[in-house]
C-alpha cells in the first residue's frame, strides 16, 4: 500500500525531527564539552524524550486493541474504567504494604486494570449493538464510580496527590533515568499486541466470524485484556494517565488506512508516539521557564481533534472515489 | 456426513429447537428451509459450533464438534452467518484473505494467495478489491463475505441466506457455484426462503418448523402442496418447470 508507505515515513522524519527538538530544549542550557550537559543529556532529556514516545505508542496501541474487542471505535483505556482500576490497585498496595517494591506495585496496579476492564467488558455485552455510542457512556459512567471510590479512600487517608498524579494529568517532567523504565514493559506489551494483530482484526469481525476461522474469541479476548492492562498500568504508575491518544490516534489511522491491523499498528504506535512528544514539547515551551502537563495539552488538543473527527464530512477512499468497478 | 442426533436448544428457557435427529448426506447440496423463527439459523449455529450444543451431539465427517479442535474443524467447515454486517473498516482484499487463515495462520504462501485472488475473481470483485467493505453495497459486501467463505476452501461450506442482498443474476451465479462445490465432491447447506431455488439446486431438503425437522429428502418429495401449506401454514400451488418443482405461492 503506497499511501501508508508515505504516512509511515512521514511519521519516522516527525519523530525524529520531535526527537531532536526534545532533547535540545530545556530550562538547563547543556554544553556538551561539559560533564555536566552530558549528564543532563542522559539522565534527563533523552529519558524523557524515550518515556514520551513510549507512553504515546503503548496508548494509542492499547486503543485499538480495546476497539477492537469490545468492537466499538469511541472507547479508550481513559475512558473504560481502566486507568481508574490501575489507580485503585495501586493506592490499595501503597496504603496496606507502603514499603511494597516498585514491581508489586506495577502488579498490584496491572492486575486490578484487567478486573476494571473486564468488568467493562460484561457491562457492555448486555447492551444492544446497534446503539454504539451507549458502550462509550457505560465506559465513562464505570470510570466515574471507580474514580470516586479511589477519591474518597485517597481523602480519607490523605492520599489526594497522589493519586492526582496518577489519574489527572500525566507529564514528563518527572521523568528521570530510572524512573521511567517500567514503560518499556508497556512497550513490550504493545509488542505483544503486534504479533496478535491478525487476531484482534479476526476478533474485530465478531466472535461468530471468529470461531468459524477457528479462533477462540475468549481467549484471544483474554489476551487483548491483557494487553490494555499492562499498557495502562505501567503508564499510570509511571508518569500518569494521558487522555484522548487512544481514542484519536487509532480513529484517524483506521480512517487512512482501515482496520487490517498487521499494516495499521505499526502506524498507530508511531502515530501516537509522535502525537505526545509533540504535546510535551508545547507544554515545555509556551510558558517557559514552567511547564505545562503533556496531558492538559493533550485534554484540549485531544478534545479539539475528536471533535473534528466526529463532524468532518466523509470523504471516500481513493479507490472508491474511482467509482463502481464491478468486474 | 453430518449427524444430529438428540439435539434440543434453549434460551432463557425458551424451547428454540426440540429433539433434532436428521443426517445431512455428503456430496450434496442440502437446503434447511422453513418460516421465520423456525430454528433453521440456530440449527446451522450448532453444526457451525458458533454456539455450544446443549443436548445431543453433532459431527460432521465424524468429527465431534464440541470435542473437536476448533482450528481442525475450521478446515473442515466454512460457516457464513445470516447477519453479516461488520464495523470493522477492512479492504475486501483484506476480509478474503482472512478466510486462508486457518490454514496458514498468518503466513499465507502462494497457494494461500492463489486461492484468495481466485475466490476475489469468483464472485466479480477485482475491482473492488481495495475498497473498505464500509463503502460497498449490500449485495457487494455479501459477494465479500462469500468470497472469504470460498478461500477458506473446506469440504463443508455452511450459508446462512447467502442470497440475502443479491440481485438476480449474482443470485444465479452463487447457486451454480454451490452445485461446482458439490461436482467437485464437497458439501454445501445453505439456508435459504427462495423455494424456487432449492427445488432447482438442492438435492436434499430439510423443513423446519417450531424447532423440530417436520420432514426432510429430496425436492420432489418434500415441495408438495400439503408439506408446504402445512410449514407455512399459508395456501401453497405446485406446478413443474423443466422437470423439477415449481412453487407458486406469491398470489
Ligand atoms: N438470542 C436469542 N434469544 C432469544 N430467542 C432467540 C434468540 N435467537 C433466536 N431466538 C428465537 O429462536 C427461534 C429460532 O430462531 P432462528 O434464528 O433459528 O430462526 P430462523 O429459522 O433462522 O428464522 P429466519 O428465517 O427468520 O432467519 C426464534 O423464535 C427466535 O425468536
Ligand atoms: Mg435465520
New interface residues.
Given amino acids: 500500500m503506497q499511501a501508508r508507505k508515505k504516512i509511515l515515513i512521514g511519521l519516522s522524519l516527525l519523530i525524529f525531527i520531535l526527537a531532536a527538538i526534545s532533547v535540545f530544549i530545556g530550562v538547563a542550557q547543556m554544553d556538551l564539552s561539559d560533564p555536566r550537559g552530558m549528564m543532563i543529556l542522559t539522565v534527563s532529556r533523552i529519558p524523557r524524550t524515550i518515556a514520551a514516545l513510549l507512553t504515546g505508542s503503548a496508548l494509542a496501541v492499547a486503543g485499538v486493541v480495546m476497539q477492537q474487542i469490545v468492537?466499538?471505535?469511541f472507547v479508550e483505556p481513559g475512558t473504560a474504567g481502566t486507568a481508574e482500576s490501575a489507580a485503585l490497585g495501586l493506592l490499595a498496595v501503597t496504603l496496606i504494604a507502603p514499603q511494597a517494591s516498585i514491581w508489586i506495585k506495577m502488579v498490584a496496579a496491572s492486575v486490578s486494570a484487567l478486573i476494571g476492564t473486564s468488568i467493562f467488558v460484561k457491562m457492555i455485552r448486555k447492551l444492544p449493538p446497534r446503539e454504539v455510542l451507549l458502550v462509550p457512556l457505560a465506559g465513562i459512567v464505570l470510570s466515574g464510580v471507580i474514580g470516586a471510590i479511589v477519591t474518597w479512600i485517597g481523602w480519607q487517608t490523605d492520599m489526594m496527590q497522589f493519586i492526582a498524579t496518577w489519574l489527572m494529568t500525566g507529564e514528563f517532567s518527572g521523568v528521570i533515568a530510572g524512573r521511567y523504565e517500567l514503560l518499556w514493559i508497556a512497550g513490550l506489551a504493545a509488542g505483544i499486541a503486534f504479533f496478535a494483530a491478525?487476531r484482534f482484526?479476526?476478533l474485530?469481525?465478531?466472535p461468530?466470524?471468529a470461531?468459524?476461522?477457528?479462533?477462540?474469541p475468549r481467549a484471544v479476548m483474554r489476551l487483548g485484556l491483557a494487553v490494555v492492562a499492562v499498557v495502562t498500568a505501567m503508564v499510570v504508575v509511571s508518569v500518569g494517565m494521558i487522555p484522548f491518544v487512544g481514542l484519536v490516534v487509532p480513529n484517524i489511522i483506521?480512517?487512512l488506512i482501515?482496520?487490517?491491523l498487521?499494516a495499521a499498528l505499526p502506524v498507530t504506535a508511531l502515530g501516537g508516539g509522535a502525537l505526545v512528544l509533540a504535546c510535551d514539547i508545547i507544554g515545555r515551551v509556551i510558558v517557559a521557564p514552567f511547564e505545562i502537563p503533556a496531558g492538559t495539552i493533550l485534554g484540549v488538543l485531544g478534545a479539539g481533534i475528536f471533535l473534528w473527527l466526529l463532524w468532518r464530512p466523509a470523504r471516500?477512499?481513493?479507490?472508491?472515489a474511482m467509482g463502481?468497478?464491478?468486474? | 456426513m453430518i449427524e444430529i442426533k438428540n439435539v434440543s436448544y434453549a434460551i432463557g428457557g425458551a424451547k428454540i429447537l426440540q429433539d433434532i435427529n436428521t443426517v445431512i448426506p455428503k456430496g450434496s447440496v442440502t437446503a434447511l428451509i422453513g418460516p421465520n423463527g423456525a430454528g433453521k439459523s440456530s440449527l446451522l449455529n450448532l453444526i457451525g459450533r458458533i454456539e455450544p450444543l446443549q443436548t445431543g451431539t453433532i459431527d460432521v465427517d465424524g468429527q465431534n464438534v464440541t470435542t473437536s479442535h476448533s482450528g481442525r474443524l475450521a478446515r473442515t467447515m466454512a460457516f457464513l452467518g445470516q447477519h453479516t454486517a461488520v464495523a470493522s473498516r477492512l479492504r475486501v482484499s483484506e476480509l478474503v484473505a482472512f478466510g486462508r487463515w486457518p490454514h496458514c495462520h498468518g503466513r499465507p504462501g502462494p497457494e494461500d494467495h492463489e486461492k484468495v485472488a481466485d475466490a476475489i475473481a469468483q464472485f466479480s470483485l477485482r475491482g473492488l478489491a481495495d475498497r473498505f467493505l464500509d463503502e460497498l453495497s449490500g449485495g457487494q459486501a455479501q459477494r465479500a463475505h462469500l468470497a472469504m467463505t470460498f478461500a477458506q476452501d473446506t469440504p463443508w461450506v455452511l450459508l446462512d441466506e447467502p442470497l440475502n442482498n443479491l440481485d438476480m443474476a449474482h443470485s444465479r451465479i452463487l447457486m451454480r457455484k454451490l452445485s461446482d462445490l458439490r461436482d467437485a465432491g464437497k458439501s454445501v447447506v445453505i439456508v435459504v426462503h427462495d423455494l424456487n431455488q432449492a427445488a432447482a439446486w438442492a438435492d436434499h431438503l430439510v423443513a423446519m418448523k417450531h424447532g423440530r425437522v417436520v420432514v426432510s429428502g429430496a425436492p420432489d418429495e418434500v415441495l408438495t402442496p400439503d408439506w408446504l401449506s402445512a410449514l407455512y401454514d399459508t395456501e401453497v400451488q405446485v406446478l413443474r418447470y423443466a422437470d423439477r418443482p415449481l412453487v407458486l405461492s406469491h398470489v
Fill in positions: 468492537r466499538n471505535r491478525d482484526a479476526i474485530g469481525l465478531g461468530e466470524a470461531t468459524a476461522l477457528g479462533l477462540s483506521a480512517r482501515g482496520d487490517n498487521r471516500p477512499s481513493k479507490a472508491a463502481p468497478t464491478d468486474v
